[in-house]
């Protein structure tokens, strides 16, 4: 991996649904090795632009590469090298997790030790479950589990962490972070600040299909700081949720 090493380019990227304008002239790139955030409320364009990214929706105008490969001309070859986690409903509920890792490393054509994937996502002890007998925050897991499965270059997760508990949250980012530090780029859309502000290196913010922000978390509070803007209430040096995770235990739990 290069320092400052662009693996994905978007250059003036436009998605048209008749007469709206989903995406409008997005540009921005991504650095090998980083998590980059796609933030922004429902509406804002962020899952049509991850979808063309990822290959699945063709794009109106721009370009966009991944690893030097063109969305338009080599789709084939960027999904061997990009993993996409899929929503927890795409799993067939009564196979088990080593039964779906087996069909989707078929898919791939691509040789797995399922027992050694599990353990990265410390799913080992339910590897023989069915995967409709999971907790919410073990669905995820499994679901970021999947997308290892092709050793990809990037990865693409998109919101994934809403509706866990606090501790599954944070095991969850836990997890992402250890992925990164093996080299693998992520891309995440999420619509918690914090989550944000915790995993990602840059963050693009997007309202009404354009990018309005691009920075590194600590750089945009700094220039909103700047501005004068304070707070209405004095910022405690710990939130409610810091709370709830030293009471109760950073351990997974299984749900009620």
């Known amino acids: 991996m290069k320092e400052d090493a662009v693996i994905i380019t978007v250059e003036n990227l436009t998605k048209q649904y008749g007469s709206f304008t989903a995406v409008n002239g997005v540009s921005f790139t991504v650095k090998e090795g980083e998590i980059f955030g796609l933030l922004g409320p429902n509406g804002a364009g962020k899952s049509t632009t991850l979808e063309i990214m990822e290959t699945l929706k ?14 338009d001309s080599h789709a084939t070859d960027i999904k061997k090298i990009i993993g996409v986690q899929l929503q927890t409903s795409g799993f067939y509920p009564n196979l088990k997790l080593i039964e779906l890792i087996d069909l989707f490393a078929g898919l791939y054509n ?10 990265q996502v410390q799913l080992t002890d339910k590897a023989n479950s069915k995967f409709k007998e999971l907790s919410g ?4 897991r499994f679901s970021i589990a999947t ?3 092709n050793q990809p270059k990037i990865i693409f997760l998109d919101e994934p962490t809403t509706g866990l508990d606090p501790q599954a949250r944070r095991n969850l980012w836990d997890l992402i972070r ?3 530090q093996k080299g693998t780029t992520i891309i995440i859309t999420t619509h918690y600040m914090d989550e944000a502000e915790v ?9 009404a299909g354009k990018i309005i922000q691009l920075n590194t978390p600590d750089k945009l509070i700094d220039n909103l700081v700047e501005t004068g803007f304070e707070r209405p209430k004095e910022m405690k ?13 950073k351990q997974l739990r299984v749900d009620d």
């Open 110 to 119: 691509q040789p797995v030790n399922a027992t050694e994937l599990l353990a």
């Open 147 to 149: 997308t290892l499965i």
């Open 237 to 249: 040096k710990a939130n409610l949720e810091d709370v709830f995770i030293h009471l109760t235990g």
């Open 58 to 71: 063709p794009k109106t105008s721009g370009k966009v590469t991944i690893a030097g490969l063109d969305v």
């Open 199 to 207: 995993l990602c290196d840059r963050v693009a913010i997007m309202d």
């Open 137 to 140: 925050g073990q669905k995820q």
């Open 178 to 180: 250890s992925i990164r």
